[in-house]
């Protein structure tokens, strides 16, 4: 049986561009992941900025012996910001649609359906493989159970997982980050940069609940499915997909290889998971087919 | 310059009240998770939507079946498919059109029920003239309910880049968030709009009273407080109030009500077919009483009136009596 691949996704929060070199240096450098996304996901204002960064991180990574993905926008929406969407999957390299903007220019060649686009049932799978889906990254609400169905009719297409990282629930125009500092999404004074896994949104009695970054909401909780190599076999998954964050990815990608290789327990995973400075406690309720905030197993 | 308006059905009762108050088109659902409103006591049988149509029909008035959420997973046996049947059930009850968002149910519609007229729902989020455009082209979608994501200058500009007609909101509920995109409920609850055709489930809705005021909790989260001399809204996720940043706000969406009257003549000029009223939830008085106050803005604005006395009327039927024009104007955002 193949090795379960490992998956770096996009950077989902708005980081300096100095920043953007050091993580994904350490990531060339020194991790487990054999495929890591580059992209600005959320939001087009961001993408002036990160764009000169992307072809050298590019030529780093891929220099490294990782497969480079390059991700797009999931609301593009300005004619700057369709173009941009059109422009990547014109490009030769592997790209990730997070939205269907890109998908008549690029039907017929490979690409990977990001977890945004709502792909729920076998038929929706078949019907974005036979236009040249190769990887589909399910979305996060979809159970283990909903996950092993489409895989089973889909066998031509690797089915990729959302397996760490706080959840990307939903999307808006607005821009969250702006309102709450009283500001509009058109003169938004970039103040998302200061939160690198988002603002976390409680409740009026303090509980964790949510966290904001932009126009996307996400958990406050982080999401960790660890299979067993018999689980995911079992569900015939063959890609797990890590969202990046502050704490150390390359240790969190160590964590998940192991697991996945069956060299430890997906309890001694979540165990040295808990050790890492992380944004919030760890829920894996999706995959179970449960409330997505339902904690992960002590 | 005709606009179409289109009315929302959540009972047969309600469907007669908004064909007889000036419709010129209703929708509706089947009782079950097909559609996007799958709440308690609403929604049709398969006689009933028979019936439904037979009656609009009757009054000149076309009834479009929103089955617009997006099919399970793991269905072995396609006969019970729900949302097979309901489109096979939509077409033998002469439906004018469907409402439809996911992938799978388009293109079993397109390739099984050719003569179905399709409509792209609102919870596909097809936002730009490329998705759009696909969508027209791989099934034959002929007309796309525009997300609430876009201000009147951008569909003005969308409209001159696509082919298919589109239809937007006007009136009634509105969510914060992309709708089709959001996952929020099943966060909390474990229940959907895309997986079961609900947001913010009322069995998961508890009110605790205290002295000092009333508590609304979903699925254990607090998502609101009120005093003792306030009436308690419902807790629906994205209009509660929540603390970040030090500061406590309704950081996604005031609890407030969709309302453009305002702006029914700058959306036809820029190129809008139809005006969608929100509201399947609500009862046959209170639809009865939005769609003949919108048939009088409509027919003021095409014949060149200001519509201001209609527009008042609608203010006093928003729910909760607060008011936004969303995204339509750019500031929103």
């Given amino acids: 049986m193949n090795r379960i691949g490992l998956t770096l996704g996009p950077l989902l929060f708005n980081w300096s561009a100095e920043r953007l070199r050091g993580f994904y240096e350490g990531v060339a450098r020194h991790s487990a992941f054999d495929r890591v996304h580059l992209g600005e996901v959320v939001c087009g204002k961001r993408m002036p900025f990160s764009d000169r960064v992307w072809p050298e991180l590019i030529g780093m990574l891929e220099d490294a012996g990782k497969e480079v993905v390059l991700s797009t926008l999931a609301l593009p929406a300005t004619p700057r910001e369709r173009r941009s969407v059109l422009e990547i999957c014109r490009d030769g390299h592997l790209v990730e649609i997070n939205d269907l903007t890109g998908l008549p220019v690029r039907t017929g060649l490979p690409f990977v359906v990001g977890p945004l686009v709502n792909v729920y049932s076998e038929g929706a799978a078949r019907f974005l493989a036979a236009r040249g889906a190769q990887t589909i990254c399910m979305p996060v609400e979809l159970s283990l159970a909903s996950i092993g169905a489409i895989a089973a009719a889909c066998r031509d297409v690797e089915i990729e997982v959302f397996a760490f990282g706080r959840l990307p629930l939903a999307l808006s125009s607005r821009c969250y980050h702006a309102r709450l500092h009283g500001l509009h999404k058109d003169s938004c004074q970039f103040v998302c940069e200061r939160d690198p896994d988002g603002i976390d949104v409680e409740t009026l009695e303090g509980q964790p609940f949510l966290a904001a970054n932009g126009i996307q909401t996400l958990s406050h909780g982080v999401h960790a499915f660890c299979p067993t190599p018999a689980e995911a076999a079992a569900a015939r998954i063959r890609r797990l997909r890590l969202s990046p964050h502050s704490t150390d990815m390359v240790i969190a990608g160590d964590i998940y290889r192991a697991v996945l290789d069956g060299v430890t327990t997906p309890a001694q995973a979540l165990a040295r998971l808990r050790e890492l400075r992380l944004p919030g406690e760890l829920v894996d309720g999706y995959a179970r087919g449960a409330a997505g905030c339902s904690p992960a197993a002590p | ?333």
């Fill in chain 2, 1 to 333: 310059m005709t606009l179409e308006l289109v009315c929302p059905a959540g009972t047969p009762s309600a469907l007669r009240a908004a064909v007889e108050a000036g419709a010129d088109a209703v929708y509706c659902g089947f009782r079950d998770e097909t559609n996007a409103r799958n709440f308690p006591g609403l929604n049709f049988s398969a006689e009933e939507l028979h019936e439904g149509i037979r009656f609009a029909h009757r009054h000149g008035v076309r009834v479009l079946v929103a089955i617009n959420t997006f099919m399970r997973a793991g269905i072995a046996d396609a006969a019970a498919d729900p949302w097979k049947i309901a489109l096979a059930c939509a077409e033998d009850a002469g439906a004018d059109a469907v409402i439809l968002a996911d992938l799978a149910v388009l293109d079993h519609a397109a390739t099984h029920h050719p003569g179905l007229r399709l409509h792209l729902s609102v919870q596909a989020a097809a936002a730009t003239p490329e998705a759009i455009g696909f969508y027209a082209e791989a099934f034959g979608v002929k007309r796309v309910v525009l997300p609430r994501v876009l201000s009147v200058e951008e569909i003005a500009v969308l409209n001159q880049a696509i082919a298919v007609e589109t239809e937007a909101f006007v009136f009634g509920g509105l969510c914060p968030m992309t709708e089709g995109r959001c996952a929020l409920s099943s966060y909390a609850t474990g229940r959907s709009p895309n997986l079961d055709g609900v947001c913010s489930p009322p069995e998961h809705v508890d009110y605790a009273q205290a002295p000092e005021g009333t508590t609304a909790r979903l699925a254990g989260f607090a998502i609101d407080r009120f005093a003792p001399t306030q009436l308690a809204g419902y807790p629906t996720l994205c209009k509660g109030s929540f603390v970040a940043g030090g500061k406590t706000s309704h950081l996604f969406e005031d609890p407030v009500s969709l309302n453009a009257a305002g702006l029914v003549a700058r959306l036809a000029k820029a190129g809008v077919t139809a005006l969608k009223i929100e509201g399947r939830q609500r009862g046959k008085g209170y639809v009865a009483e939005v769609v003949r106050t919108f048939r009088a803005v409509v027919e003021a604005v095409e014949t060149g009136r200001d519509p201001v006395e209609a527009e008042r009327r609608l203010s006093s039927l928003v729910e909760g009596g607060r008011q936004t024009s969303g995204a339509y104007r750019k500031q929103w955002r």
